[in-house]
């Protein structure tokens, strides 16, 4: 279950102490990996936004995404390594591909918002949430409850979009677009397209020896 020998040293330590099962200590072993590869992720995309310039707009995009994450699901890596790269390179790119777009002009930014919108809305409603094979929503009550909550989401965002829009602030068209472009994304990863290219995602051989090394 666990791939990194930190996480089942550190496991082991505090099954030595706490006198766990193994099955427990196995379990301990794989939150731990995971806690310490998301910190990991962030603070590498962080990093990245912060050396290309667009720091707040790396951390805006996170704060989107995060958003619907935990409530509309979507694609994702089956593998950490590769989900970790693309969180490194996505969120950054976004916020820098935001940064050159605040060039556009008032009309311009409004025409993608509402592009966003309206697809983040229709990909919402008809889709929301996506499971994964591996953690199905077996429960429909659980089920309506994430649609709602990724409904209310979205309703943040656009708030968000349109208080941006009315703002004065010097980065606003900045800002605006990096919450644009990540409804955009988020509306990807709930559709089959977004499933098609996490699963090339996954097929990428890392190394000579594919997953067995990660």
Not at 46 to 64: K, Q, R
Not at 147 to 175: C, H, P
Request: positive net charge.
């Amino acid at each position: 279950m666990s791939h990194l020998s930190f996480s089942r040293r550190m496991a082991g330590y505090l099954s030595a102490k706490t006198r766990l099962e193994q099955e427990k200590e196995a379990v301990l072993a794989y939150v731990i990996e995971v806690l310490a590869l998301n910190l990991g992720n962030l603070l590498l995309t962080l990093l990245l936004g912060m050396f290309l310039g667009v720091l707040p707009g790396t951390a805006a995009c996170i704060a989107v995404v995060a958003l619907f994450r935990h409530t509309a699901g979507g694609a994702h890596s089956n593998s950490p390594w590769r989900c970790a790269a693309v969180t490194i390179t996505v969120f950054p790119a976004m916020a820098l591909t935001a940064s050159r777009l605040s060039a556009l002009k008032l009309a311009g930014t409004d025409i993608l918002s509402a592009v966003a919108i309206l697809t983040g809305l229709i990909l919402v409603v008809k889709l929301a949430p996506v499971d994964s094979p591996s953690a199905p929503i077996i429960s429909p009550a659980r089920r309506k409850k994430l649609k709602v909550l990724s409904i209310y989401a979205l309703v943040i965002v656009v708030i968000a979009i349109i208080f941006l829009r009315r703002s004065g602030w010097a980065y606003t068209g900045e800002m605006q677009l990096c919450l644009v472009l990540s409804l955009l994304w988020v509306s990807l990863i709930l559709s089959g397209p977004g499933h098609r290219l996490m699963s090339l995602i996954d097929k990428i051989n890392l190394s000579k020896g594919g997953d067995r090394n990660e």
